[in-house]
């Protein structure tokens, strides 16, 4: 297959075909709807199943019933319905369940509007269900990314057995590029001797649950599931640096305003201003290295973002005072321009921070 032209929440879902997963549960929100009815589509084609539940509650634990028997399973939704979905992404962390779980974010607190926004990076990263938790986020910046990391995003769900959240914004899901998604991959790369397929194979039934009534019990399960964070954030950091070794500027963003913010650093870079960036491709866990290598040697960081200021607090926790760190943010669903942005540049570089 060569490349075609298609829109972003329709990549995704053709993505995770490739990836081989046959199961999605699901209910529209904008603006990801295209996604569910991509899949609605496009699942009994290759012999899977789409059920469009009667809420986002319903369809995470339906999640949780498919993704138990070891199949490759996904849910789609918006902030509100992502938000609804928070009960059940911690029963899947507490039972280690794979499965990917797609958030297009649109613009809060509340029931906000239909425009991209990215302030649900706290609830994603931080474990925005109850419980000690994690969970792996990848954000991509263009649909090409897209199709990587959605095959990641299920590689990686079955190698720890967690939820992963493939994490994007409206105009990520709503924009259109041509896109490429080459050879099928191995889609059963993984034997999953714990899943709940009754007396079929070796060992019997299985049992899954997070329920553990016991406090010492529950504590060893928790230490358990962070030695599984810490290992997660050993190997699984991403992200993409551009003109860093030079800088005496570092601008930070991920997503589509990373696009946007790059834009702003050549026209920066054509005017004098010496500043590069880091993406972070996993939010979490959160790319500490690079700002570690740099954050002796440059004058400071921007942190760019459709949000009030989230993604900035992890950027000052990895530069930990070593430097000044500034923040651009729109929020709302406005998304910030490159003008502004190579404002705010040149306001840090040239009368220092505002």
Request: hydrophobic content about 40%; overall charge negative.
């Amino acid at each position: 297959m060569g490349k075609v032209l298609m829109k972003g929440n329709e990549v995704i879902a053709e993505a995770a075909v490739h990836a081989g997963c046959k199961y999605f549960f699901g209910y529209p929100i904008t603006p990801q709807s295209e996604l569910v009815a991509y899949m609605a589509r496009r699942l009994p084609e290759v012999g899977g199943l789409f059920l469009q539940a009667e809420s986002e509650i319903a369809a995470i634990n339906m999640v949780y019933g498919a993704a138990s028997t070891g199949v490759r399973v996904m849910t789609s939704s918006s902030s509100p319905g992502f938000s609804l979905k928070q009960e059940g992404i911690s029963y899947l962390v507490g039972s280690e369940l794979p499965a990917v779980l797609v958030n297009i974010s649109r613009g809060g607190p509340g029931l906000g509007n239909i425009q991209p926004a990215q302030s649900d990076y706290f609830q994603a990263t931080k474990g925005g269900g109850h419980g000690d938790y994690n969970i792996p986020v990848l954000a991509p910046a263009s649909l090409q990314e897209i199709v990587d990391l959605t095959l990641y995003a299920f590689d990686i769900a079955d190698r720890y057995r967690t939820p992963v959240i493939l994490m994007g914004d409206g105009m990520l899901g709503q924009m259109m590029e041509p896109v490429e998604f080459g050879e099928r991959p191995d889609t059963k790369p993984y034997i999953k001797e714990w899943a709940t397929t009754g007396t079929r194979g070796d060992g019997g039934p299985k049992t899954i649950t997070s329920l553990e009534l016991d406090a010492e019990g529950l504590e060893q399960r928790n230490w358990s599931l962070q030695r599984k964070f810490a290992m997660i954030k050993e190997n699984e950091v991403r992200y993409e640096s551009f003109q860093i070794d030079d800088a005496d500027y570092i601008m930070v963003a991920y997503g589509t305003v990373a696009r946007i913010t790059m834009n702003a650093i050549k026209k920066a870079r054509h005017n004098g201003v010496k500043v590069g960036l880091i993406r972070p491709i996993s939010l979490w866990p959160f790319p500490e290295k690079p700002f570690i290598e740099t954050r002796d040697q440059v004058k400071g960081y921007i942190s760019v973002e459709m949000s009030a200021g989230q993604m900035v607090e992890d950027v000052r926790l990895a530069v930990n005072g070593h430097a000044t760190v500034d923040f651009f943010g729109r929020t709302g669903g406005v998304v910030p321009t490159q003008e502004e942005i190579y404002d705010k540049i040149i306001a840090v570089a040239w009368g220092g921070s505002v």
